[in-house]
Nanobody, 127 residues
């Protein structure tokens, strides 16, 4: 079965850190663009970070730039999102997604080209 499985979410205090993982099962990520999206209650799902198939190109939403880091380990078919200096407004369900033809330069609210989605992991930033 082809799937993505996220892990690493949880409750953290403001200013803390979490590292999310996204493991591919049944396929490898070598040729896929990977992105992390998040969705807060009552809001649209938005992309927070994206990495090209090689991992050589990455981009970030302005709201997380300088605090989040995406990395891709093709050998392990796993993608990571290191989240530092977390803020309450980072609270959301975080999803990873993989797309053969996804464009990291597309709108942060564009899901066109994404082939696989994980089920999400909850991140809550609260004191």
């Amino acid at each position: 079965q082809l799937q993505l499985v996220e892990s690493g979410g949880g409750l953290v205090q403001p200013g803390g850190s979490l590292r999310l993982s996204c493991a591919a099962s049944g396929f490898t990520l070598d040729h896929y663009t990977i992105a992390w999206f998040r969705q807060a209650p009552g809001k649209e799902r938005e992309r927070v970070s994206c990495a090209s198939s090689s991992g050589g190109f990455t981009n970030y939403a302005d709201s997380v730039k300088g605090r989040f880091t995406i990395s891709k380990d093709n050998a392990k078919s796993t993608v990571y999102l290191q989240m530092d200096s977390l803020k309450p407004e980072d609270t959301a369900v975080y999803y990873c997604a993989a797309g053969w033809n996804y464009n990291c330069g597309s709108s942060p609210f564009s899901y066109y080209g994404m082939d696989y989605w994980g089920k999400g992991t909850q991140v809550t930033v609260s004191s």
